[in-house]
């Protein structure tokens, strides 16, 4: 069974940027999705990317700030995000979808990471 751990969350500054990372125990031969859940709300796909990395989407709140990437080789996802706002503050969980493709329902997953806190504060 293929664990999941994300790294790269913390405290920024509204307008900064930071880098997540998500790194699979083995080759996941799937898509990969980021998603986040901020108190209160319901989880909220983010970004995904399918297994050659060919294809990518993002939920419209972060096109053109968030870019999400791959690198089969390291069994690592990341998700770059940059000019962060306060409404990004959330836990954001990368997960493994049931097929090389991804979808935006959390459904369509059946592996899940612990999750890594992003705060964006002044």
């Known amino acids: 069974q293929v664990q999941l751990v994300e790294s790269g969350g913390g405290l920024v500054q509204p307008g900064g940027s930071l880098r997540l990372s998500c790194a699979a125990s083995?080759?996941?031969?799937?898509?990969m999705g980021w998603f986040r859940q901020a108190p209160g709300k319901e989880r909220e796909f983010v970004a995904g990317?399918?297994?050659?990395?060919?294809?990518?989407a993002y939920v419209d709140s972060v096109k053109g700030r968030f870019t999400i990437s791959r690198d089969n080789a390291q069994n690592t996802v990341y998700l770059q995000m940059n000019s962060l706002k306060p409404e990004d503050t959330a836990v954001y969980y990368c997960?493994?979808?049931?097929?090389?493709?991804?979808?935006?329902?959390?459904?369509?997953?059946?592996?899940w990471g612990q999750g890594t806190q992003v705060t964006v504060s002044a």
């Open positions: 997960a493994r979808s049931t097929s090389t493709a991804f979808g935006s329902s959390p459904r369509g997953y059946d592996t």
């Open positions: 083995g080759r996941t031969f799937a898509g």
């Open positions: 990317i399918s297994w050659g990395g060919s294809n990518t």
